[in-house]
């Protein structure tokens, strides 16, 4: 089984890759640990790979598109059609994400793990596990399998970007619905209050957030998820979405391929992964902090900090493939800055 295969390939990262990332570092032009978390990404990302000189050869952003039968409770301002119209429009250059990873120069890969329609169109990866979720207002979102096959599916679509070359992975989706989805999901697992786990989305009224905050605790009161079980926490409150991106982060750990969060909901995917398997956060990085109040919330709980703060909620990725240039100058700075040898000066040490 996939999910077994791939949750048990999961290690920890390369020590004496970190300890010679780490040396050059200190012998670089510069004061000790004065390029702050640039460092940490280089750090982290020799331990991920092994690579002393980590490169960053191909960049993606894998997109997961499914919709979500709770839609139906009037917790979001768009209508569920949305979905399949933007998961198309991915394919025609027209979206932010495409804007952000063409200037990042990466590519985005669009995957309908359970979109409510037939897309038949070039671009799109067809693995939809069902025509999105059930309503969780009524019932679970989806059965314990149906969430496993959903997870399989990431991990499937990393084994064949790993098998492409890519390795630097961004997170992104589209699901009307699922920043409702990403609110139950992680109140559940980090033990906040709905209430605080809970924004506006696509832009809810004052009056439709009280409607969304009642949804989401009817649901989880209904449906009664076990916070110590994340797989029965998001087959039976979460989203295709989620599952797909949880899956992601899972597959990029096992073949040893760093993987940026982007918003609030590939938050909550990234904290469902860490939870199912903790060593999984060695893997993962941070990107910017989402506008959505529950995003904080996780990286408080999962112990990350956003490298960038600009209230941005636009989702699809396109925090992580703006991140993607943080990277870039942090790889570019200590692979092509001189050492102290290089410069002929005195290592400096700070006064004691």
């Keep these: 089984m996939l999910f077994d295969t791939t949750i048990n390939s999961i290690k920890g990262l390369d020590n004496e890759a970190m300890e010679k990332a780490q040396e050059r570092l200190d012998n670089l032009t510069k004061p000790l640990g004065s390029l702050g978390r640039l460092e940490w990404i280089i750090k982290k990302l020799a331990g991920i790979t092994g690579e002393v000189i980590p490169s960053l050869r191909k960049k993606t952003v894998v997109i997961m598109c499914a919709d979500n ?5 009037g917790v979001s301002s768009c209508p569920k059609s949305v979905t399949s ?4 429009n991915f394919t025609r250059g027209i979206t932010g994400i495409n804007v952000f990873t063409k ?3 990466a590519d985005i890969v669009v995957v309908d793990v359970g979109v409510d329609d037939e897309i038949n169109c070039d671009g799109v990866i067809n693995r939809k596990v069902k025509m999105g979720t059930d309503n969780m207002a009524k019932g679970p979102a989806m059965s314990r399998k149906e969430a496993i096959k959903a997870m399989e599916v ?7 970007l790993k098998l492409k070359g890519v390795n630097l992975l961004g997170t992104g989706e589209m699901g009307i619905g699922n920043t409702t989805t990403s609110a139950a999901v992680s109140a559940v697992l980090t033990g906040n209050p709905v209430e605080i786990m809970v924004g506006k989305g696509s832009g809810l009224t004052n009056e439709a957030l009280l409607n969304k905050i ?3 605790k009817h649901a989880i009161e209904l449906n009664k998820p076990d916070p110590k079980d994340p797989i029965d926490v998001l087959a039976k409150v979460g989203g295709l979405d989620i599952a797909g991106l949880t899956g992601c982060f899972l597959g990029a750990a096992a073949n040893r391929i760093p993987i940026l969060i982007d918003g609030f909901i590939s ?3 990234a904290l469902v992964a860490i939870n199912i398997k903790p060593e999984a956060k060695d893997y993962i990085f941070p990107s910017h902090g989402s506008a959505e109040p529950g995003s904080k ?3 408080e709980n999962i112990g990350m900090e956003p490298m960038l703060n600009l209230e941005m909620r636009l989702g699809e990725g396109t925090g992580a493939a703006l991140a993607f240039h943080i990277f870039d100058m942090a790889v570019t700075a200590y692979t092509k800055m001189g050492t102290f040898n290089d410069a002929t000066i005195e290592k ?3 006064l004691e």
């Design 103 to 105: 200037h990042a120069g």
């Design 214 to 216: 009642s949804v989401i």
């Design 297 to 299: 919330k996780i990286m």
């Design 348 to 350: 400096y040490h700070p």
């Design 69 to 73: 039968g709770v839609v139906e409770e």
């Design 267 to 269: 938050a909550a995917a």
């Design 154 to 160: 990431g991990m499937e679509i990393v084994e064949e």
């Design 85 to 88: 119209t933007v998961t198309r």
